[in-house]
């Protein structure tokens, strides 16, 4: 049976036509909202002259504009639904990350860097391990290389015990 246009079955979905669209915009504003608010107690523009809060405001007033011309692209457009959220990546990134930050003066750089890469990329399903390893390791030999020697910042490539 069909529906004639302007029906309760067309109109189920309500006034937002694109979901996604719409909390993705009202994500992005929140965002935004909260950077004017944690750059509030920087000085700002001085005449031509730029003050720590300008970069952050300016930035936040951009994406501010740009979330809500989202969100509203949600009531005008039809647009696809929510979907469900996949927890497993997040988790495991923030996982790779606090393990970097405990990891790091124990362990150096060396072994923190590939293990954490491992855990960063068990968030995803499509892993390919063998590839993986050798990314890894790329990476890691990238970070022994830049870090120390190219930047010359003070990182322990080894474990403490070993020196």
């Given at each position: 049976m069909?529906?004639?246009?302007?029906?309760?079955?067309e109109?189920?979905?309500?006034?937002?036509?694109?979901?996604?669209d719409?909390?993705?915009?009202?994500?992005l504003v929140?965002?935004?909202?909260?950077?004017l608010?944690?750059?509030?107690d920087?000085?700002?523009?001085?005449?031509?002259?730029?003050?720590?809060?300008?970069?952050?405001?300016?930035?936040?007033?951009?994406?501010?504009?740009?979330?809500?011309a989202?969100?509203?692209?949600?009531?005008?457009?039809?647009?696809?639904?929510?979907?469900?959220?996949?927890?497993?990546g997040p988790?495991?990134?923030?996982?790779?990350?606090?393990?970097?930050?405990?990891?790091?003066?124990?362990?150096g750089?060396?072994?923190t860097s590939?293990?954490?890469?491992?855990?960063?990329?068990?968030?995803?399903?499509?892993?390919?391990?063998?590839?993986?390893?050798?990314?890894?390791?790329?990476?890691?030999?990238?970070?022994?290389?830049?870090?120390?020697?190219?930047l010359?910042l003070?990182?322990?490539?080894?474990?403490?015990?070993?020196?």
């Amino acid at each position: 049976m069909s529906e004639a246009p302007g029906s309760a079955t067309e109109n189920a979905r309500g006034l937002i036509k694109g979901p996604q669209d719409f909390y993705g915009g009202l994500a992005l504003v929140a965002i935004a909202l909260f950077a004017l608010w944690a750059s509030s107690d920087l000085a700002g523009t001085r005449g031509f002259s730029f003050g720590p809060g300008t970069a952050p405001r300016m930035f936040a007033v951009l994406l501010l504009g740009l979330g809500a011309a989202v969100a509203l692209s949600g009531f005008l457009q039809d647009g696809p639904p929510l979907q469900r959220f996949g927890i497993r990546g997040p988790f495991f990134v923030t996982l790779a990350i606090l393990a970097f930050s405990v990891a790091i003066r124990p362990l150096g750089l060396i072994i923190t860097s590939f293990v954490c890469f491992l855990i960063a990329a068990a968030g995803s399903d499509e892993t390919k391990w063998k590839e993986t390893v050798i990314v890894g390791i790329c990476l890691t030999v990238g970070c022994a290389l830049l870090f120390p020697y190219a930047l010359g910042l003070p990182l322990d490539l080894f474990p403490r015990i070993l020196r």
